[in-house]
């Protein structure tokens, strides 16, 4: 349930909201918007009547009962969209923001190239895999430390904040020090364990789809991180696994709208795991953008025919390029702008 409060409401009638619900063996969480505030009450509410209970308190416009399983995530509770705000740079809102950069941090040359070239032409995330959860164990693994450091590196010549994979718990202190966001892959993304200790963290998540995770499998997944107290989440669309063997994934465009409408978390879209061709990769991210997203992950690499993972998706930095301008036409055609 929520129970949301006028807008001159004091702040003494808000602590009243807060206590009781204290008092009723519950759990508020405040969630503070600029159009209205609200108090989520988290617990086991089965039986009590939200409008009896808080209906007539001083300062309360309303306390209804969420219809959806997941709560805080849910924009019945928070009905503007939520704006990350990444050391200064922009996920969520108006503008969009694009993250672009190789699938995995290879070499210091590799990692600043591709940063100089992504931000270039307007990027304003740098993504990279330290850690890569690989299909095989033969495969590269990733530079774990030494990427991050090269990613630390590439962010302070370039000022790009810097989006990478935590694979495990384990691994987490050692990623947040080096990540301004933590993506958490598609693999991980019911990694329970994972989801709790980044909700503790005060640090911004992107979370990608599971490879067969229904959407609302993919919000719950979201409630465990907020319910932790970090309300700092994107989601990723990242392509579903279908009975399509001709594409890598299916990237599931129906996920944006729905998302958009039933949870008020910035959806992104990774055009290149969701398709796995890079011919065709700007055609994704076109429809992403058309399709309502608040911003793109695309991997780019120096070389791609030299990269230790996903080069068959990776595009050229003339390849990114291009795509830019094309989903510029696209933004502009729905009145939105490249985030910078
Ligand atoms: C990646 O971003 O390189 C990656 C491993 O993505 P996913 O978890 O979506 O497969
Ligand atoms: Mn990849």
């Not at 067969?212 to 932790?228: C, G, K, N, Q």
């Not at 055009?271 to 055609?283: F, T």
Request: proline residues 6%.
């Amino acid at each position: 349930m929520f129970v949301a409060m006028k807008p001159h409401a004091t702040p003494a009638q808000f602590d009243a909201v807060v206590e009781k619900i204290r008092a009723l063996g519950l759990t508020p969480h405040p969630i503070v918007g600029t159009e209205r505030k609200v108090v989520a009450v988290v617990g086991h509410i089965a039986g009590l009547d939200p409008d009896e209970l808080f209906g007539t308190m001083p300062g309360v416009a309303e306390a209804l009962r969420v219809s959806q399983p997941f709560k805080l995530v849910s924009r019945e509770v928070k009905e503007e969209d939520t704006v990350l705000d990444v050391g200064g740079a922009r996920l969520g809102g108006e503008a969009i923001a694009v993250m672009a950069g190789p699938c995995s941090v290879e070499s210091k040359d590799q990692i600043l190239e591709a940063a100089r070239a992504v931000k270039a032409v307007g990027a304003t995330f740098l993504r990279g895999g330290a850690f890569k959860p690989r299909t095989s164990p033969y495969e590269f693994q990733g530079l774990r430390e030494d990427g991050l450091k090269l990613l630390a590196l590439a962010r302070e010549e370039t000022g790009l904040k810097v989006v990478t994979e935590v694979k495990d718990t384990d691994t987490l202190p050692m990623v947040a020090e080096y990540a301004d966001v933590l993506q958490i892959g598609a693999r991980n993304m019911q990694n329970y364990s994972l989801l709790e200790k980044v909700g503790e963290l005060d640090r911004p998540v992107l979370l990608k789809r599971g490879l067969s995770a229904t959407i609302r499998e993919w919000l719950m997944a979201a409630e465990y991180i907020v319910s932790r107290g970090n309300h700092r989440v994107a989601l990723c669309e990242r392509g579903i696994r279908t009975f399509e063997t001709m594409t890598r994934n299916t990237l599931d465009i129906n996920a944006v709208p729905v998302l958009k409408a039933l949870t008020h978390l910035p959806v992104v879209v990774d055009p290149s795991h969701g398709i796995g061709i890079r011919q065709h990769v700007p055609a994704i991210a076109r429809a992403g953008i058309a399709a309502g997203a608040d911003g793109l992950i695309v991997e780019v690499h120096p070389s791609p025919e030299k990269a230790l993972s996903d080069g068959h998706q990776s595009l050229t930095p003339a390849e990114f390029g291009e795509l830019m301008k094309q989903v510029r036409v696209i933004a502009g055609a729905i009145g939105r702008p490249i985030g910078t």
